[in-house]
């Protein structure tokens, strides 16, 4: 199960009795959990009937707590944020093969419990960014109950999630807003939803009272992440506007932005352009740039219009170059002027 999934069947109300949430994407698991919460138990009951754990508790405490009948309101909800139950064990530096943890008689007892859970009691367990799917707990969970993985998002999944955010706010994006934005989101290495969910608040504020968020609302919201500057840089370099591409790198190292970062976001986008560029001169379609890439069509066609400004040789000897500056940076050789070389050598 994935968070579509689990999201759709809260809002029709079909709740499990145990979840177990893992993956790499907090935003999401932190998203899922206050959403059954908020399903399960009505805000006036969360005194009484929220137990929340940072730790893990004992089994046996688990069991009392899930089968004590709530006395002062409807239902017992219990919330473990941090738990081993899922993981694969170490002995003597060996990780434990699937199913030795079915001998112990505490999680014998949970399996019991979760096969027999009250109508009146559900479990929530958060188990980190990796579970051990062949451990006896995490099976009859599945079996009794809901096992949801949470990946980071790649960049062709991430507009419905960006909709659906910016309803919560009573907006929407116009067209050519929600496209900027995921132009934004392609240059991330990994989409950060968090990072995305606190910038759609802001353009939110921004507009006020305004239904729609635009293109030109986001350009000056975003104007100081790099992410943005990369992306409108490289519409620069495309054109061979070296004057507008150095600028925008001044601006981010006037504001503290390390060199580290602004390189490696580059590095990435040159070796985007310089495989797209490949890709075109082997016969590949700009859908099969796109697919590549995991990113929107209209992405992968930026991507083969950019790269038809420049020749494979300069791409492959601006990623050298790239990486050279790395290596020089690390070791103190340079500073950020290295960029701004980099910027002028690749329009020539």
Known sequence: MNYSAIMEQINRNQIASIYLLYGEEAYLIKEVEQKLIHALLPPDEWETGLMVFENEPSSEELIRLSESVPFFGSKNVILVRSTALFRARKTSGQTEPAGEEGSDA??????????????????????????????????????????????????????????????????????????????IVSIMPQVSLGFLAGE????????????????????????VVPEVSVFVMLEALSQKQAARALQLLGEQLSTGEFPFRLLALLARQVRQLWQAKLMVEQGFSQQDVANEFKVPLFIGEKLVRQSRSFSAEQLKAGILRLAAADRDLKTGKTNGQVLEQFVIELCL
């Open 106 to 183: 505490a999680s014998e007892k949970l399996i019991q419990l979760f096969a027999n859970m009250p109508e009146y009691s559900h479990i929530i367990f958060l188990g980190g960014d990796k579970i051990d799917k062949r451990k006896k707990l995490v099976k009859a969970i599945e079996k009794h109950g809901a096992v949801a993985e949470f990946a980071p998002l790649k960049v062709k999944d991430v507009k419905p999630w960006i909709a659906a955010k910016v309803a919560e706010h009573n907006k929407r994006l116009t067209a050519d807003a929600m496209e900027h934005l995921l132009n």
């Open 200 to 223: 759609l608040e802001k353009a939110s504020l921004y507009t006020k009272a305004k239904p729609s968020i635009t293109r030109d609302d986001l350009i000056k919201i975003l104007s």
